[in-house]
């Protein structure tokens, strides 16, 4: 079968860093993306990746490994308005639909 | 770049009417759309897959007939309830399929929050 798994939920204070890990395990890749998401409002794109590495925009990085079916969003400077729910999502090579992780909550707290 | 627009962003209608939702790219072409559901904290759940000029691929339990789907342009997709119910009552969400630049990646309307009286 195909599984994305994620936190449910983390807590992180204002100002500092953190990283949302994503595991996957799907028929095929070509691509893994994360999304965040406010409550009561539709996701926005954060990234893309679909080479081994770290990808940087601004606060926000994303890194994949593909032989370890990893990638992880890291978060730096951390603000109230980053509370969120973030998305990760994997594109199987076989179909362009997404297959989406539960997504992970996160606090952050002043 | 990469914008897409849902109307109406809510509607409240009653019970054994039909709402219709539209989905539009409005700086690119998007030959595949997605509708999604979303109820409250809970996952996005893909209902259907819409390709310009052809019929929608559904998900397995989502009716067919309920959930009428069209997309006649490449830059519009449309989804009507039809004989809506209060269980139908939930957050709707488009996306559109961004092939441009050598990326492919799925950009998101804004919602559509449908109240079934």
């Known amino acids: 079968g195909q599984n994305i798994d994620q936190p449910t939920e983390m807590t992180a204070t204002e100002g500092a860093i953190v990283q949302i890990n994503c595991t996957y395990q799907?028929?095929?890749?070509?691509?893994l993306f994360w999304y965040q998401q406010h409550a009561g409002e539709a996701p926005t794109f954060l990234s893309y990746?679909?080479l081994d590495g770290l990808e940087e925009k601004g606060r926000f990085s994303s890194f994949l490994s593909r032989s370890k079916g990893y990638s992880y969003l890291l978060l730096k400077e951390l603000q109230m308005k980053d509370s969120a729910s973030y998305l990760c999502?994997?594109?199987?090579?076989?179909?362009?639909?997404?297959?989406w992780g539960a997504g992970t909550k996160l606090i952050i707290k002043p | 770049g990469a914008v897409v627009s849902q109307h109406p962003s809510w509607v409240i209608c009653k019970s054994g009417t039909s709402v219709k939702i539209e989905c539009r790219s409005l700086?690119?072409?998007?030959?595949?759309m997605f509708w999604y559901r979303q109820f409250p904290k809970q996952s996005l759940m893909l209902m259907a897959t819409?390709?310009?000029?052809?019929?929608?691929?559904?998900e397995q339990g989502v009716e067919k007939d309920k959930f009428l789907i069209n997309h006649a342009s490449l830059t519009l997709s449309t989804l009507t309830v039809t004989s809506a119910h209060p269980e139908d009552s939930s957050f709707y969400i488009c996306?559109?399929?961004?092939?441009?630049?050598?990326?492919?990646?799925?950009?998101f309307g804004p919602g559509t929050r449908l109240t079934v009286l």
């Open positions: 996306s559109a399929r961004d092939m441009a630049g050598g990326t492919d990646t799925q950009y």
């Open positions: 700086d690119f072409q998007a030959t595949t």
């Open positions: 819409s390709n310009e000029g052809s019929k929608a691929t559904y």
């Open positions: 799907t028929s095929g890749f070509n691509g």
């Open positions: 990746n679909v």
């Open positions: 999502a994997v594109m199987p090579a076989s179909n362009y639909q997404l297959i």
